[in-house]
């Protein structure tokens, strides 16, 4: 049987609704597992009966992380967040590390994981961490913004078989200061922490970059949903 992976919903504040880009739950079928989207809950119960049937979670993009998870006051005008999802993914984060359930984070999903884990975050690139590196691309989002260095013997390393990679990027908020039990996998010229995982969880890995828009021309972003993938199948 294929695994399930629960994804992590998008918010349209201006709709009132949940959404979602095709390319998360593509790249996990295309990877071999069945997707679900979670809708927005607040009960800890009826939270923890989706994640119970599910053999992975992926936390995804969208709004800016809440500033209240790492101690600070938000910055007038510059965040924008979904303080109900922070809110329900923070359950979910927990529910899922508890039973060792593989986890993979993406842009926000790296951003929430480092600050529900206790690490912090630039709140704002342009403001805290100003440089000449492209952090924030103009369309078409497959197409690479700036390398990023492996780490080598990092897991992502080994499973990329590189040292060096060219990425897509579209944030605006980053890593500053990694959570306790977290450590760096990539980084990108000007210093940020572009890819995080947790060496005490059997598959915890969550990257700053895009892989569901370039899944389907780059091999190394099919190759990060197929290690999130594979590693279910040893624990089912």
Not at 155 to 165: A, G, I, M, V
Not at 208 to 216: A, D, G, I, L, T
Request: hydrophobic fraction near 40%; aromatic fraction near 8%.
């Amino acid at each position: 049987m294929k695994p399930v992976v629960g994804i992590m919903p998008l918010w349209d504040e201006e709709k009132n609704s949940i959404w979602m880009l095709p390319g998360y739950p593509d790249g996990i079928i295309q990877a071999g597992a069945v997707p679900i989207i979670f809708p927005f809950l607040d009960d800890k119960d009826e939270i923890s009966r989706l994640v119970n049937i599910c053999d992975g979670i992926l936390f995804t993009g969208g709004q800016d992380v809440s500033p209240k998870l790492y101690g600070e006051e938000p910055l007038d005008g510059l965040v924008s967040c979904c303080e109900k999802r922070d809110t329900m993914e923070a359950i979910v984060l927990k529910l899922s590390m508890e039973s060792e359930k593989p986890i993979l984070g993406i842009c926000r999903g790296i951003q929430f994981i480092n600050a529900a884990l206790g690490g912090t975050l630039y709140q704002d690139l342009p403001l805290q961490h100003p440089s000449n590196i492209g952090h924030h691309q103009n369309a078409p989002y497959d197409a690479p913004a700036h390398e990023v260095s492996l780490i080598k013997g990092s897991p992502l390393q080994e499973c990329l078989k590189t040292e060096s990679l060219p990425v897509n990027s579209y944030h605006h908020q980053a890593v500053k200061r990694p959570a306790p039990g977290l450590e760096v996998m990539a980084f990108s010229p000007d210093g940020l922490a572009e890819a995080l995982y947790m060496p005490s969880q059997k598959f915890l890995w969550a990257v700053q970059w895009h892989p569901e828009y370039s899944y389907k021309t780059d091999q190394s972003s099919r190759k990060i949903f197929r290690a999130f993938v594979e590693s279910m199948k040893y624990i089912m």
